[in-house]
């Protein structure tokens, strides 16, 4: 008798594991509606803080607030132009990740440099 026995295997699933981050439904089954919407929210709030800061005469703050328009518009155009649904989805989560990283290192480059 052996160890294992066939039936002692783990049988795959045909469902994909929905604990997978890559398997959320935002991610799969959206229209990308979702991420433009959340996206102008994320725009929005943004702009709302690092536009304030461009009087201080910094210029990265007028530069991280172009870039977050630009990244929005970007994710607009990949809506409407990439038809492969997972590759519209990956790509609009990436744009979303980008307005959110370019918005913060703005305000924190915008706050190090008010220091010296």
């Known amino acids: 008798m052996s160890a294992h026995n066939a039936g002692d295997r783990p049988r795959k699933r045909n469902t994909a594991d929905p604990t997978k981050m890559a398997n959320q439904p935002a991610l799969r089954t959206s229209s990308g509606a979702i991420w433009l919407i959340v996206g102008a929210v994320l725009t929005v709030i943004c702009l709302l803080v690092i536009v ?20 929005y518009i970007a994710m607009i155009v990949v809506r409407l132009t990439i038809t492969a649904r997972v590759t519209r989805l990956r790509v609009l989560a990436v744009l979303f990740g980008l307005i959110a990283l370019i918005g913060l290192l703005t305000v924190l480059i915008d706050a190090f440099a008010g220091w010296r």
Do not use: D
Not at 52 to 71: D, S, W
């Open 52 to 71: 304030p800061l461009i009087q201080f005469g910094n210029p990265v703050t007028l530069v991280g607030a172009v870039l977050v328009v630009v990244l």
